[in-house]
């Protein structure tokens, strides 16, 4: 079975089960600076698991984009890989165990309705208890069993194994999951040890996770129970073309197929964990860049640049040409482009900007590895890994992997210690954004998510309506906006778009949402990029009233302050290009 049937056949099956599908939200978290990514389904859905009405229901499905780079260094084995798609179903303090179960069993196991999958071959985990919550999950067990699973198959497992939560804060609860035996003869019943050992074998394969979100976590501890008996389910669409095409690793499925064999087209020497990794690389970066980010020093632009720069590489390690990149990621848009729109209308910006970045790299990257050479041969300082980095581009694990081919120590704490000397680059903040967790909307957060509302609308003032959201990323100490137009904005620009932004902040005007039809959010003039996000039924918020007269009405998932006097004095501290037709305006409010 193809992908594309997979991803049909789930969202059918949910469908006539009441679920409403929504549609993938964007791999840049719209409203939650904790996270870099979309690393999970249940991410883009955290404010409604929290107990917040969802305005499509009480019953949600859906496929959606994710990254994860914590298991990178396991990208080459048989079923790693940074991005993937995340086919998952939702109840909202609806349903809970029973009918879970039921439909996660009924659907992977079912030939007219699910993927006909052999119930003979699938085991199941569940939670054993932990240091928060002590009791076994017996319902999730009596549940399975009432589906015709063998005792012997169900293992119960103590400790943090099956219990979800996105980090330290956020919904979170006990989980339930489900492995595939994919040996070619079965491996018939396993005692909980040979079950563990042929997980780390990869002969079962974990397809799908069932979460019983009820508790809450704050600070790293499960400090009491949510509104609402919520479910998060999660089945990574790769593993289940994996286990459907019967392949024993998810590059050898119609997701990875054309990619792999472009690499095996071009390559000149082999290598198949190089081409796996390579593969891996081209397809996250496509989806990064088709959903607005660019190559840079920073945050989620430097997890970008990093993909980018190990993937040129391994473009020289399995001696490709020259551009192969950008061809390869040509090849992935083309794979996607039925299923993901906006990747083929950004097939040229994708392609440039992966060129424009290995063209970047390769500037450095020969006189870099003759650098390297020269002062390998004795173990490589920390001050060493930092001259790699700082004046060749090289990211610091590009030196780490080189090292570890020629079995040379690194100097990593003294790595560590040059980089924050001199605070070239907030990898360090991006690593730990990247596996903590969520954090609550704090009040700079919200301050700013208004006053990002206020600029977009002054710059289509000034600049004229071709100004587009591109992107955006609040922390509680700025904003950060990307949005199109072609030049630099001069002195008198900026000061207008200030003084405008400071007038409706002056005028005290109020602040509201409502929730509409998204065609009908549209044929009001909501401006926004963010027409594909929530489903039918979008939030709007608007800054101003009729009385006032309205200033800005946005699409947008919140929160905001409640009104803009509250919001002090906007200042635009930086404005610079990002990309091709694309600026970039950093302000603080003081
Ligand atoms: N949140 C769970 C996971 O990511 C299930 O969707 O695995």
């Known amino acids: 079975m193809q992908s594309g049937e997979i991803r049909n056949r789930f969202l059918t099956f949910f469908k006539k089960r009441e679920h409403a599908i929504i549609p993938s939200a964007s791999l840049v978290p719209e409203n939650d600076p904790s996270v870099l990514f979309t690393t999970a389904g249940m991410q883009p859905l955290v404010p409604y698991l929290l107990g917040e009405p969802h305005p499509a229901g009480k019953r949600l499905a859906n496929v959606q984009k994710c990254v994860r780079t914590q298991d990178i260094d396991e990208v080459g084995d048989a079923t790693h890989d940074t991005f993937f798609e995340m086919l998952g179903n939702w109840s909202l303090g609806d349903y809970f165990k029973e009918e879970t179960i039921k439909w996660s069993y009924e659907f992977l196991t079912s030939k007219e309705e699910g993927l006909g999958l052999d119930p003979s071959r699938l085991y199941i985990t569940v939670f054993g208890g932990n240091d928060s919550v002590k009791e076994a999950d017996e319902e999730s067990k009596k549940n399975w069993m009432s589906q015709g699973i063998s005792e012997r198959r169900i293992y119960t497992m103590e400790g943090e194994t ?13 989980d339930t999951e489900m492995f595939y035996d994919v040996t070619e003869k079965g491996l018939g019943d396993l005692t909980k040890e ?40 999660g089945a990574g669409l790769e593993r289940l073309a994996m286990v459907m095409q019967g392949k024993d690793n998810i590059f050898e499925t119609d997701l990875f197929k054309p990619l792999m064999n472009a690499i095996e087209m071009r390559a000149m020497s082999n290598g198949a964990r190089a081409k796996r990794i390579l593969a891996d690389h081209v397809r996250t970066a496509v989806f990064m860049i088709g959903d607005g980010v660019l190559p840079s020093n920073t945050d989620r632009g430097y997890i970008l640049r990093r993909l980018i720069r190990r993937a040129v590489r391994y473009v020289d390690v399995l001696g490709m040409k020259e551009g192969a990149l950008a061809a390869l990621s040509d090849v992935v848009v083309e794979t996607y482009a039925g299923v993901y729109k906006n990747l083929s209308s950004e097939k040229v910006h994708i ?157 005290a005007l109020p602040v509201s949402y409502e929730e509409l039809p998204i065609e009908e959010a549209r044929a009001r003039g909501a401006i926004g990029a963010f027409g594909d996000k929530y489903g039918e039924m979008v939030k709007v918020y608007t800054i101003g009233n009729e009385k ?30 990002v990309a091709q037709g694309i600026r970039r305006i950093k302000a603080v409010l003081g």
């Open 194 to 233: 040979e079950f563990m050992r042929a997980d780390e074998e990869q002969k079962v394969v974990e397809i799908w996770n069932d979460v019983f979100m009820e508790y809450e976590k704050k600070g790293g501890k499960v400090t009491g129970k949510l509104k609402n008996k919520n479910v998060d389910t």
């Open 162 to 174: 099956n219990w979800w939560s996105p980090g330290d804060n956020g919904p979170s609860g006990p």
């Open 548 to 577: 006032t007269g309205v200033f800005s009405a946005e699409f947008c998932g919140g929160p905001h302050v409640k009104n803009t006097s509250e919001l002090g004095h906007f200042k635009i501290t930086k404005e610079e290009a």
């Open 351 to 507: 392609g440039q900007t992966i060129a424009d970045e290995s063209a970047k790299f390769r500037q450095t990257l020969e006189r870099g590895m003759r650098e390297f050479e020269k002062i390998s041969a004795s173990g490589i300082s920390g001050k060493e890994a930092f001259a790699l980095f700082s004046t060749y581009g090289f990211p610091f694990e590009l030196t780490l992997e080189l090292a570890a081919e020629q079995n040379i120590t690194v100097n990593k704490k003294e790595f560590e210690e040059e980089l924050q000397k001199h605070q070239a680059l907030s990898r360090a903040g991006a690593e730990k954004k990247f596996k903590g967790g969520l954090s609550g909307h704090g009040e700079m957060e919200t301050k700013y998510h208004t006053a990002t509302h206020l600029l977009h609308q002054a710059l289509r003032l000034v600049l004229g309506e071709h100004v587009i959201q591109k992107g955006s990323n609040i922390t509680p100490e700025r904003l950060r906006f990307d949005f199109s137009h072609p030049e630099k904005l001069t002195d008198e620009e900026k000061k207008k778009v200030e003084d405008i932004v400071n007038e409706e902040i002056a005028r």
